[in-house]
């Protein structure tokens, strides 16, 4: 007999149940407060970051008519990764060093509490439906580069260059300005375009998160990752706690933003914890943030020349009752919200505000 316990061997067994007890113990996820909030009937919300106005928009439409909410959330995120001029997400998306697409995405689902996640996913410009097949058709929770691949070209997905012109050309004017004493040379009359300085080093995402009229909740998060990055690397996007989090009793947070350092702390796990122990969503991601920036003392590399966190990192969050809330680190950034009636972008709250 196998020593590991599988997932149908916990569930048959009803062993998880006892250590859900043992450790919950009918309290907060921390045994402050109820852990089951409040839901109000009949609501619909669909919170997105500020590139995801679009996926808000198709969300709640789908929604309207009666399509599942995370089906409806990941086809939202999709409009974005097919779109060439997001260069954060999907298609279009700016590549790692090496001049190569590589894709990270996760979703969540509430009502059976079940996530999946690929990373480093190359050739397929739709991760985030990826990451749906894995949660729905693998006992997994994550598929990573050539298995991802592999997985994705099994359930008929096709494989397609998702390296623009436009973003091949900024990276090789990042490789170009890199370095005056290697083989790699700009062209003689050119400037360093703006885009290209803007993108020298980027970690755009979009997360979207919905509430549906039984109170069910769900998320998805999409990325092409940090411009740049060592080829491999994996963001925060498709590691459940960190990109994303749904708890279905509680509410649903994700983020976009510097990975590694929200990775470290566990960051959308912790804004749910937070809104379980009574906190509304903006607090609660006014307090991850928090966190974060003070662990960020700890590495100095990551500060600027006041001491501060020098990276950007937003989270969003929806609760149980259909409150929602954003936070970044630097102030300025916006949100995607559709509350049934309008879609439309909310100003996010902050920890910390550029000195102008
Ligand atoms: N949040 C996106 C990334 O760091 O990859």
Redo the contacts with the bound molecule.
Sequence with gaps: MSPKCSRRDFIKTGAGVGVAALIGGGKGLIGQSPAVLPQSAGVMRVVASGNGIRATEKAMDLMAKGTDLLDAVIAGVNIVEDDPNDMSVGYGGLPNEEGEVEL?ASVMYGPTHTSGAVAALKFIKNPSKVAKLVMDRTEHCLLVGEGALKFALAHGFKKEDLLTDRAREIWLRWKENLSDKDNWLPPKSEKLPAEVRQAIMT?G?INCIAIDTKGNLAGVTT?S??SWKLAGRV???PIIGA?LYVDNNVGAAG?????EANIMNCGSFQVVNFMAQGHSPEQACLKALAQISNKTKLTPRRLNAEGLPSFGLTFYALNKKGEYGSANMWGGSRYAVHDGQKNELKQGAYIYQAKR
């Design positions: 990270d970690y995402t990325t990752g940090l963001g925060d996007s990109g983020s976009t933003g510097l990975g």
